[in-house]
């Protein structure tokens, strides 16, 4: 009893040691390829018809149970192979195997017969004294296996596809559907492979006999096997759509088409392939936790990895994401995230989506570097905002223009009125009424004088001009104006510096920013008022110049920098303190023309001004471009 357990227990290793092996090397096939998988059961087949031919078999039990070696150990892995590859690889991987094991039929069989022949000829001998009679019956009986096994393999190769199939499309489990399969199957097989060499013959009968009920059992472990390893594809598994013949059509109508469609299946794989490696944009793909499994090169790139190998194996957070981040995107309350990428700055859209990849559930992170177009938007949006203020400045010139026009006649108007008075008597008491009507009308005129300046585009006194003496100028202009207290500091290095523009209008444009300077620091102890005027090169003044895009004048550049120690401007009106008529000076001080008027002239002269915060204070810098090689009329 011992004997036959020890037995039967060999027998069940032995079969399960080739079936898992089988399986091994399927479940390597993407990696290896599937050559080494064919190549095992063609040594299977062979090695099956050899033990069949020289009768091996396992004695189970003095009670008459048998095991072939051939058509038990080898031919029940050969069958649930089969079952394994139509599932899992399709009809086509299947059509390949019946092929294979056709031509490993009919290679091997002719081998046989050669070989016998040359046995029959004389002179040949076995080890150990043994005739070549013996290898001649072996080699005989081997043909006629070959002969009988290729009648009954290739009919189980059409025929468990089939079983399965039709078991599958009545509902039946999987479990079930892999059993049913290779029992009947194997069951088929001995029939036919009995029936076609022993058929009539007692004593094979009994043998056969014999060796079912082991078989069967034997059967039932290597099916139970099977079904495991194929529950990982059983949601590929064809349904009830799926015909019971299309094997059978498949292979005897269309197996050229077929192979063509899986060339071009692979050809179409290649170049989806390519593609997602050459698209502009990041792609990785991870599994449900968050790990890398694939990525292209532009992901590569822009997570700064050496090679993509460097991603694959690692967690998302480590290169893009934290883990809160990534949860938002998993659970779907954010399907476009924007964020920064670690090291590099750039700004990129993110998006998710899930697939499935053999089964197995996964995520396609996409992101888009979105770095310049946020950086075109800017400016277009900067442009924009220059393009509106421009206008604004024309519409309002246009206006003050028109209005500082009808408003200089009447001042003329005025002028003319009292020049009639003092033709006549002036007494005492009217002289000084009429100096002040007279001053009031003077300054009127100064102040029409400026709003016609601002308004009159294309119409300056355009000349080459010395930027020392433009600030000179506006100094000069600027100190009958200064208040106590204020300390004046001029640092203008500027010696042959030229520009060329309108005298007036640059002295006004400088003398509006002193001015503005000087009433910032109005409610400041005397000891803290300091003003200082710079003038020189950008770089020697450190000063970057940053021009409007619209700007298109090339440097060097030139700088005139008016820095005070006041308050500053608060940033929530900084965009606004340029616009005509806007102001935070209180009623009756300020006209709000200042800034903007000095604007409208550095712009008309193909420059710019800056603002920029001081601690304390506040600086104005009107950019202007330098004249190159221009000495004459300079002043």
């Avoid at 024309?394 to 009292?418: P, T």
């Amino acid at each position: 009893m011992i004997e036959a357990f020890y037995t039967a227990g060999l027998a069940l290793l032995e079969s399960t040691f080739v079936f898992v092996g089988l399986l091994i090397l399927h479940g390597l096939r993407r990696i290896i390829g599937s050559a080494p998988l064919y190549m095992f059961l063609g040594v299977l087949v062979v090695m099956m018809n050899l033990a069949g031919a020289a009768g091996l078999r396992m004695i189970i039990s003095d009670g008459g149970f048998e095991l072939s070696v051939s058509t038990s150990i080898l031919l029940l892995p050969v069958i649930a192979i089969l079952l394994v590859i139509y599932i899992a690889d399709g009809t086509l991987a299947a059509q390949r195997l019946i092929i294979a094991a056709m031509a490993t039929f009919g290679i091997f069989a002719y081998l046989s017969w050669i070989t016998r022949m040359q046995t029959e000829w004389g002179g040949f001998t076995m080890s150990q004294g043994h005739l070549a009679d013996y290898l001649s019956r072996l080699l005989g009986n081997t043909t006629r296996n070959m002969g009988a096994s290729l009648v009954s393999l290739t009919l189980d190769l059409f025929l468990i596809p089939m079983i399965f199939q039709k078991m599958k499309n009545y509902g039946c489990r999987l479990a079930v559907c892999a059993i049913g399969a290779v029992l009947l199957g194997q069951f088929v097989d001995s029939v036919i492979f009995v029936g076609v060499l022993y058929w009539g013959d007692p004593q094979k009968m009994a043998i056969l006999n014999a060796e079912y009920i082991p078989r069967v059992l034997l059967a039932l472990w290597i099916s139970f096997l099977a079904a495991i390893y194929l529950s990982r594809f059983d949601k590929e598994i064809p349904g009830d759509s799926r015909r019971t013949l299309d094997i059978v059509l498949a292979f005897f109508g269309s197996y050229g088409k077929a192979k063509r469609l899986e060339q071009n299946l692979r050809e179409s794989e290649q170049r989806c392939r390519t593609i997602i490696q050459n698209a502009s944009d990041m792609i990785l793909v991870t599994d449900a936790d968050g790990i890398i499994v694939d990525a292209n090169k532009t992901a590569q790139e822009m997570l700064s990895a050496k090679t993509i190998f460097d991603l694959i194996g690692c967690s998302l957070d480590e290169f893009l994401l934290r883990g809160d981040t990534l949860s938002q995107l998993m659970k779907g309350s954010e399907s476009v995230m924007r964020l920064s990428l670690p090291g590099s700055g750039r700004e990129v859209e993110l998006s998710m989506s899930r697939i499935a990849v053999d089964g197995n559930s996964a995520l396609v992170f996409i992101g888009r570097d979105v770095t310049e177009r946020e950086r075109l938007e800017k400016e277009r949006e900067l442009l924009r905002s220059e393009n509106e203020h421009r206008q604004r400045l024309e519409a309002i010139g246009r206006l003050a223009g028109g209005i500082a026009h009808d408003f200089n006649n009447l001042i003329h108007a005025i002028h003319g009125h009292l020049d009639l008075i003092y033709m006549g008597e002036v007494t005492e008491e009217s002289e000084p009424h009429l100096k002040k009507i007279d001053a009031i009308a003077e300054q009127a005129g100064k102040l029409t004088s400026q709003l016609l300046g601002y308004a009159r585009k294309g119409k300056r006194q355009v000349q080459t001009l010395q930027l020392k003496s433009i600030v000179d100028g506006a100094f000069n202009l600027f100190q009958p104006t200064t208040q106590t207290g204020i300390r004046n500091k001029l640092n203008i290095d500027c010696a042959g510096i030229t520009v060329e523009g309108d005298r007036t209008q640059l002295q006004q444009a400088i003398l509006n920013l002193m001015i503005n300077a000087r009433d910032a620091m109005e409610n400041l102890p005397e000891n803290s008022r300091l003003l200082r005027i710079c003038a020189g090169f950008c770089d020697a003044m450190g000063v970057t110049p940053n021009p409007p895009p619209e700007v298109k004048t090339e440097g060097p550049f030139c700088c005139i920098r008016v820095e005070d120690s006041g308050p500053g401007v608060d940033e929530a009106i900084v965009g606004k303190i340029f616009e005509p008529f806007f102001t935070t000076k209180p009623t009756g001080k300020g006209t709000g023309m200042g800034l903007s008027m000095a604007y409208g002239v550095s712009r008309e002269h193909g420059g710019w001004i800056q603002y920029e915060r001081l601690n304390p204070g506040a600086a104005f810098t009107i950019v202007l471009p330098v004249q190159q090689n221009k000495k004459e009329h300079v002043q």
